[in-house]
């Protein structure tokens, strides 16, 4: 019976039935898709923050920064938000952030089981998370990276022609990729 939607100033929940606004979570821009988990709404932010609100009063239950790079550049604006939507699997949430890093955490408590500096290139796309692994695809990185899912170990690299910003599908044990210099790829995540 609630809608969640993004703003340039937070997470708004309206009414179904009249569009009548319920609450109003004060954060940074959301772009991202909202996210369910538990009475809970996961959603970034481009205030660099992932942020889990109560789904029925928007107080927020945690909230989680990302992190930036260190030296020459650390300052640069571009290392800084959370652009792409969450995806919760199981009882984690996996997410990519503008800063080179890839995160799991609890989507109960926002604490880190794992995560991952990716050199320095931005997280391209949302993850995909499958029940052994969990693949992304990165900007100037021009590459799909895998990890195992529970402990972070990556176990896939897979070099493309261009940046990859779409979403990556999996078809049986093929990894699909779409590229922004229009190419698909079927990568095996078995054999590599």
Not at 70 to 81: D, L, V
């Amino acid at each position: 019976d609630i809608i969640y939607f993004g703003s340039d100033d937070g997470l708004y929940a309206v009414a179904a039935s009249d569009g009548s606004q319920v609450w109003h979570a004060k954060m940074g821009p959301v772009t991202t898709d909202p996210v369910g988990f538990n009475q809970s709404v996961i959603v970034g932010s481009w205030d660099n923050k992932l942020y889990s609100v109560n789904a029925d009063t928007g107080e927020t239950r945690w909230a989680v920064e990302a992190q930036a790079p260190r030296g020459a550049a650390s300052g640069w604006i571009g290392y800084y938000g959370i652009h792409l939507n969450p995806v919760v699997y199981e009882d984690m949430v996996f997410i990519g952030a503008r800063g080179t890093y890839f995160y799991a955490l609890s989507a109960e408590t926002g604490e880190e089981a794992w995560s991952v500096k990716v050199g320095t290139s931005w997280i391209g796309s949302p993850a995909l998370v499958t029940e052994d692994g969990v693949y992304f695809g990165l900007s100037d990185g021009k590459a799909v990276l895998g990890y195992n899912r529970r402990g972070g170990e990556q176990n896939a690299f897979f070099r493309t022609d261009s940046l990859i910003f779409a979403q990556l599908g999996m078809y049986g044990d093929q990894l699909i990729i779409g590229s922004l210099g229009g190419r698909l790829f079927r990568l095996d995540t078995v054999t590599g």
